[in-house]
């Protein structure tokens, strides 16, 4: 398959609905792809022969089960550095007004078994009240549900938790551009961040380095909120050091809405954990917003994560304390 069909693929992949041959070319435009209407009908025929792709009459395609398996499957020069892309337009569309609490945010869905979600929503509070987390909103989703471009499979929830980047986006809306350049590991020692142990570029890679390493069982979320030793999820941002003070003020007026997760922000220039940042640079380190999820994997309840799925009204979002 080449570059245009699976662009394609991945275009009925994040549409709900289907969608006609004018719209996918419209779409294309933002995969660097310009097609006449003509040549994407000609792409879809051939996707359809290969049961990629099936007419739904007059509304347009839309993508088959293969075809989603082809998208995670193939050309995979072409998802490294999508992660990052992704990331930075989420960044963007994220709206949360950090004044009045109100707005969209960034979501990352975790499928758990059914039967396993008041178990899990146990396992997450302790974390979700910690600093270890981006918020303590959560948002649950029915079998069946569409989240973005995702539905919750027969004989699982899900459950939605406020993704990092809508720090960026928050401090993006205030004027501050802020540079995400690592996933990682985050040592916690007497309660308190120590160093990174692993560190994974967002410009580098095809997959969210924090999935992995949950799925990896390389994180220690709960005994580092309980305890105060573990390992944590986190993310390395850098801020202009001349927005230092602005970024500490946006980031106080968020605490009150339930979110944070900040778990510090570095000195001009200095490195931050062992991590050197650039000239006239400050590091700012995130908590993952997958840390609960973590906890939920380290207690032996599977679970599938997608990160930077989909943006959602905050208020559509529920304090995990609420939750029974």
Not at 12 to 17: I, S, V
Not at 290 to 313: C, D, M, Q, Y
Request: hydrophobic share 40%; proline share 5%; with cysteine.
């Amino acid at each position: 398959m080449d570059r245009k069909q699976i662009s394609i693929l991945r275009v009925l992949e994040r549409a709900q609905t289907p969608l006609g041959a004018g719209k996918v070319a419209k779409e294309l435009l933002n995969h660097g792809i310009e097609l006449t209407e003509r040549a994407v009908r000609y792409h879809l025929e051939v996707l359809d022969e290969l049961g990629l792709t099936e007419p739904m009459g007059r509304p347009g395609r839309s993508i088959t089960d293969k075809g989603r398996h082809e998208v995670s499957e193939a050309r995979v020069a072409d998802k490294v550095g999508l992660i990052h892309a992704k990331l930075e337009a989420l960044a963007y569309l994220t709206t949360l007004d950090p004044t009045t609490g109100r707005g969209r945010v960034t979501l990352n869905i975790s499928f758990v078994p059914t039967e396993a979600l008041k178990r899990a929503l146990v396992v997450i509070r302790p974390v979700a009240n910690s600093r270890y987390a981006t918020s303590r909103r959560v948002c649950v989703f029915q079998e069946g549900e569409w989240v973005g471009n995702q539905v919750v499979p027969k004989g699982r929830v899900g459950i939605g938790t406020v993704c990092s980047v809508t720090t960026n986006g928050i401090l993006l809306k205030s004027g501050i551009p802020v540079e995400s350049r690592f996933g990682g590991l985050l040592s916690i020692e007497g309660h308190a961040p120590r160093r990174f142990s692993e560190l994974v570029h967002y410009g580098a890679t095809s997959l969210d380095p924090i999935e992995v390493f949950i799925k990896s069982g390389s994180t220690s979320t709960s005994r580092a909120v309980s305890t105060g030793t573990g390992i944590i999820g986190a993310s390395f941002r850098e801020v202009p050091t001349v927005a230092r003070d602005h970024v500490c003020r946006v980031l106080e007026q968020i605490v009150p809405w339930g979110l944070g997760g900040v778990i510090a922000i570095g000195s001009p220039s200095c490195p931050l954990f062992e991590v050197e940042v650039g000239p006239e640079r400050c590091g700012l380190v995130i908590a993952a917003g997958l840390n609960p999820i973590a906890a939920i994997e380290e207690a032996g309840i599977p679970t599938v994560s997608h990160a930077l799925t989909t943006l959602v009204e905050f208020d559509q979002l529920v304090d995990v304390n609420e939750l029974i």
